[in-house]
């Protein structure tokens, strides 16, 4: 039998393509995520004629919440370059600031279902007359991971919570959502309470 080169190409190309399929070697790839690039921190003042003031991230803006059940001092702290929102809702306290409590912690735990855990921070600035409490939801699809409430224990209480306009996927998200938890620290420590004229 006579082989010439097309014969032996017919030949050795199935064998190389059945040895090089066989190989147990094989390795994946780890999951990775694109690179999320975040700006130096960087602060203003929140201070108008609302009953309260705060500095926030100079990559954020402000906008009044326009909801149809909107109040009038609620607004929206928004980074639009990573599709997240802080909703902050003012309400004024008569007798009722037990209730208000009750609401956040039962707007908080909605996410147990989701969360891997729930760890709850307390603030205490009492020269300021600001106290309250942070809520840290952790899990990968949690849809709201930070949440928080400050009040003066008397007339006033507001309520904050970060939700990110895409499907949660918390664990490609977390450089950002740890970004934007920063901020909300810092809008904490630099909130105050304003009298309404």
Known sequence: MHLNFKNILIIIIPLALMYACGNDDYTPKERTYFRISLPEKAYQSFDTTFPYTFEYSKSAKIFRDDRSNAEKYWINVVY?????????SYKTVNNDLGRYFEDA?????????????????????QPNHVYGIVYDIKGTNVASTYQF???????????????FDIAPN?????????????DIDHLINTFRWKKVK
């Open 105 to 125: 912690r039962n707007f908080a735990n909605k996410h147990i279902a989701k969360a891997t855990g729930i760890k709850e921070k307390t603030y205490y600035d």
């Open 149 to 163: 409430v400050v009040t003066d224990s008397a007339s006033s209480f507001l309520r904050g919570a970060l939700y």
């Open 170 to 182: 918390n664990d490609s998200l977390a450089p950002v959502i740890d970004f934007i938890k920063q």
């Open 80 to 88: 639009p370059q990573y599709n997240a929102t802080l909703h902050i």
